[in-house]
């Protein structure tokens, strides 16, 4: 858990560096050929498709070996440890939805975008947590990465459900064999990674072809790795085939991986841009959703969770802190931005826009999530200890 907290704050850091890197490319005069190495083909994908559907394959295959072991073996894995981050998470991602759908009312043509607002970025709000140190207690950042890897979740069900294009029989079929054959590896007990990364990569080609998102391969591989082994002592060492992966993927989705996605989607040139613009209901809608709805949704339901004496607050953790969280899941850069290139991918004028929105929505959020951490007390004796968590 040490280990992913570093990986996740430092690269949520680099992250930071890595957006404003691109911001300023793309407001320089490099902007035009920053934009054409992105749409360059290579092996019949663009660089950006390849970074989106390939290299964000990986990102989804180590979010599905972290949703997986939470689930069996972690902070998640029992109904009392699930129920505050649960149901933080379903107000994290309902609220959002409605408020951008309420702000985007008039324009029909929109909706697609309802998802754009609803995940939380771990890297980034992690980061910002690294930031604060000890100011915020150790409880609250579980609480948080529980709250996250639940809402990678909810983006994962929406991608595959309101995002699929036209669907290729043929190559579902063929990627179906190849979740098969992976299933049979983790029945017969194969603890080498080999076989499971070479079927994933075929099972990654299928579903490219197959018209569902191809990084849903990923998480799909993902759930067939195993997680524990044939003895006690591969348990307790955590040398299983899916500690092995994630430990060997998490350096590299942190400190490569999201930082070459996000310098390649945060690139918005500011030309022309107008505060009627910012105000249009697209980027209003997405900025309101994740810098009014994520703080909303989160704290209210978990509040409400709290009075109804479903879970108790996180150990050692005031009201005021609790909030400042809520406030930092409105950090939506990752998933927000990789929805938003799904939700329309036909139409590039409204590309920027979404970035914006996106940006704006973030920065708000981790402003006044920090401001809230910084001055809220440390501690909070009179408060009830979290056993959940």
């Known amino acids: 858990m040490r280990s992913f907290f570093d990986s996740e704050a430092a690269g949520g850091m680099i992250l930071m560096a890595v957006t404003v890197a691109a911001l300023l490319v793309a407001n320089s005069p490099a902007g035009r050929a920053y934009a054409d190495v992105l749409h360059r083909y290579v092996f019949g994908l ?34 009392p440890r699930r129920i505050l981050p649960g149901i933080a998470a379903f107000g994290g991602m309902a609220v959002p939805a409605l408020v951008y759908l309420a702000v985007t009312l008039t324009r029909p043509d929109l909706v ?30 579980i609480f948080l990465t529980a709250l996250a890897i639940l809402d990678d979740l909810g983006a994962i069900v929406i991608i595959a459900l309101f995002y699929t294009g036209t669907i290729s029989l043929p190559m579902l079929g063929a990627a179906a064999l190849c979740l098969l054959a992976l299933i049979a590896l983790n029945r017969f007990g194969v603890m080498r990674l080999a076989p499971y990364l070479a079927l994933g990569a075929l099972l ?45 993927l998490q350096k590299w989705v942190a400190y490569a991986i999201i930082p070459i996605f996000g310098f390649a989607n945060a690139g918005v040139s500011f030309a022309g841009l107008s505060f009627d613009s910012l105000l249009s209901p697209l980027p209003l809608g997405i900025a309101l959703g994740l810098f009014i709805g994520k703080q909303a949704g989160v704290f209210a339901f978990m509040m409400l969770a709290i009075r109804l004496n479903l879970a108790d607050v996180p150990s050692g953790a005031s009201k005021l802190q609790c909030y400042g969280v809520a406030l930092l899941c409105g950090i939506g850069f990752t998933m927000s931005l990789f929805i938003g290139a799904l939700a329309f991918p036909d139409r590039p004028e409204l590309t920027d826009a979404t970035k914006i929105g996106v940006l704006a929505g973030s920065l708000l959020s981790a402003c006044a999530g920090w401001l809230i951490l910084r001055v809220a007390p440390r501690e909070a004796p009179h408060v009830r200890a979290a056993s959940s968590m």
Not at 53 to 60: C, N, P, S, T
Not at 113 to 134: C, E, H, K, M, R
């Open 204 to 248: 990654w080609f299928f579903v490219l072809k197959s018209g569902i998102h191809a990084t849903l391969a990923g998480v799909a591989l993902a759930l067939t790795i195993p997680l524990y082994g044939h003895t006690r002592a591969l348990r307790e060492q955590e040398d299983s085939a899916l500690h092995r992966l994630e430990h060997a």
């Open 112 to 141: 697609r975008g309802w998802a754009i607002p609803a995940a939380t970025d771990i890297a980034f709000a992690l980061g910002v947590l690294a930031i604060l140190g000890s100011r915020v207690p150790a409880s609250l950042k």
């Open 46 to 79: 663009s660089i950006q498709h390849w970074i989106n559907d390939g290299l964000m394959a990986v990102f989804f295959l180590l979010v599905g070996l972290e949703i997986k072991r939470e689930f069996l073996d972690g902070q998640l894995a029992t109904w």
